[in-house]
């Protein structure tokens, strides 16, 4: 079956017609139980919904949210008497792949941001007006947003897959195998750190917070980095334990002339994710 954007279209027209209830549910529920939750986080945070904790806890309900709903959307393929009706349409694999990516990782999260934000902007007014917090809107970055982008879409292709390759509790293996892997690079990556800068650097180790004099026998610390990835940067960071002390730093990172490798294994990883949510579908397809 020939590459269709008019059958992709039947799709999406399907897909809302069928789960229209759920849509307006989610409507109502997702900016109710974030809005909750930012509440809570008001009442028991230090100096309330900073704008510090505003990015993370929106992030993170992004994440989950859109966790569940790809699990939910890939669920359907899955070859169960009750999914036979997701299972026969006329439709190829790549279209039914296409299809439902565009919901999870383009469509969802749009809608997400669209019923949260306003809740967001009630609940900072709600923290500074009637709660008494001195707090103001987290800022959008441009950055952050394409961070939070690029991490995204591979955690939802890797989901993808999962769901499509197990039987039954897919989410929860999902998120084992999730945690699994962070754990293990987390490790390797200090265990490299270690092996190679662990040995030049003030202190026990390079990826760890330590404390102690300099020449002048002022408190400073080494403040281990946090990098947009793995493997790639560590620094050095002297900092004192009172205002005004300002130390040396250094960074250790990938040299600029192979700052495209971190780029090209993204893609990779990328298309490979795809192709192997393709080949699922299409292992299922009747």
Do not use: H
């Amino acid at each position: 079956m020939e590459f269709s954007l008019k059958r992709i279209g039947l799709l999406i027209r399907l897909q809302w017609i069928e789960n229209q209830k759920f849509y307006a549910w989610a409507m109502l529920g997702i900016p109710v139980l974030m809005g909750a939750i930012l509440i809570i986080s008001s009442l028991i945070m230090p100096g309330g919904l900073t704008d510090e904790n505003q990015g993370p806890i929106f992030i993170a309900g992004l994440f989950f949210s859109s966790w569940i709903f790809n699990s939910l959307v890939f669920g359907k393929y899955k070859s169960r008497p009750d999914n036979l009706k997701s299972l026969s349409l006329p439709a190829s694999a790549a279209e039914k792949t296409a299809c439902s990516l565009l919901f999870t990782l383009v469509l969802f999260p749009v809608f997400f941001c669209l019923v949260t934000y306003p809740m967001l902007l009630l609940i900072v007014y709600i923290d500074t007006e009637l709660i008494g917090n001195i707090n103001s809107l987290v800022e959008i970055r441009r950055d952050y947003v394409l961070i939070s982008i690029a991490i995204l879409i591979p955690l939802l292709l890797l989901n993808s897959v999962i769901t499509l390759s197990v039987r039954k509790y897919a989410f929860f293996k999902a998120l084992a195998i999730l945690i699994a892997a962070f754990v293990t690079l987390n490790f390797l990556n200090g265990l490299i750190i270690n092996t190679y800068l662990g040995n030049q650097v003030p202190g026990p180790s390079a990826s760890s917070r330590a404390a102690f004099k300099d020449l002048e026998l002022n408190n400073v610390q080494i403040q281990p980095g946090v990098s947009s990835s793995l493997f790639s940067q560590w620094s050095l960071e002297l900092r004192a334990n009172y205002p005004g002390y300002t130390g040396p730093s250094a960074w250790v990172k990938m040299p600029e002339y192979n700052e495209w490798l971190p780029v090209v294994l993204y893609y990779v990883l990328g298309l490979l994710l795809f192709r192997c949510v393709y080949l699922k579908i299409r292992e299922t397809t009747i």
